[in-house]
């Protein structure tokens, strides 16, 4: 990995491939290495893959005071800048999905086309709130980012995938880096998304957007994610059939070719060339 500095932060990034830049936006608690499915097929196809640790996550520093949206989205284009790359695709699931939101709205010379994963388009409601404040209760006990995986990951993957030989090898990995990371950085990024809400910009994007849903995603489920694909002009909706949040590990095949699609969509008004 290599590390970048944004914010007076250290982050850590993984750097793939060669060709069109995608960046790869993980989801909360989660690391840049959740899109390894998702590797052989960009590289394959010719792209080229930029996936950062989010600040607070995996190997990148912990933060200690309330990080938005629009802090993570403004660590994307430093990385961007220090790669001298002038514009990629995004692609970012849960937390990730609302970061390039956000850089859409915030940032839209950057992007060329997204996808948005598992992801709503405001977080501003009283659920919101009661439910970072469960995950802030668990993370800031001792051992907090493990105790939160161990409680949660039945809600986040099928039964099918969990007791898969992949589906145990990523959790084994994702407890393993927990233990690394801190739980007070964690809900430090949580308390940022209860200020999160781009639905009023979202009609301004002129980029080809693919909205994804998992079909029995308990915390994003079809009618959140529908509608970041109802507020954004020209924007397509599809729900992957009977998976739940992680929908690019339990469905990698389907997820993967919805991801080229997207990243071969030409932006409206310029010529379709493929």
Request: proline share 7%; net charge negative; with cysteine.
């Amino acid at each position: 990995m290599a590390n970048y500095t944004s914010r007076g932060l250290r982050l850590r990034y993984e750097r793939v491939g060669s060709g069109p830049p995608v960046v790869l936006l993980h989801g909360i608690s989660n690391h840049c290495l959740a899109w390894a499915p998702q590797l052989d097929a960009l590289i394959a196809a010719g792209y080229e893959a930029i996936l950062p640790d989010l600040a607070g996550h995996g190997h990148s520093a912990a933060v200690t005071a309330t990080t938005t949206t629009q802090d993570l989205a403004a660590d994307v284009v430093a990385l961007l800048d220090t790669l001298e790359v002038r514009a990629a695709a995004v692609c970012g699931l849960s937390l990730g999905g609302m970061v390039a939101q956000q850089l859409l709205v915030d940032h839209p010379e950057r992007v060329t086309s997204a996808l948005v994963a598992s992801a709503g388009s405001n977080l501003t409601f009283p659920r919101a709130e009661q439910m970072v404040a469960s995950w802030t209760a668990v993370w800031l006990a001792p051992d907090g980012p493990r105790r939160r995986l161990e409680a949660t990951w039945e809600g986040l993957a099928s039964e099918a995938y969990r007791t898969s030989p992949p589906g145990r090898a990523f959790y084994a990995s994702w407890w393993q880096l927990l233990g690394k990371v801190s739980g007070h950085a964690l809900a430090s990024v949580a308390a940022g998304l209860l200020s999160f809400d781009v639905s009023v910009e979202l009609p301004k994007v002129q980029v080809p957007v693919l909205a994804v849903a998992g079909e029995h995603d308990r915390l994003a489920g079809p009618p959140m994610v529908r509608q970041v694909a109802a507020q954004i002009p020209g924007a397509r909706f599809e729900v992957i059939g009977d998976v739940q949040h992680l929908v690019n590990l339990e469905r990698l095949d389907r997820f993967n070719e919805l991801l080229l699609e997207v990243l071969a969509t030409p932006r409206p008004g310029q010529p379709d060339t493929t």
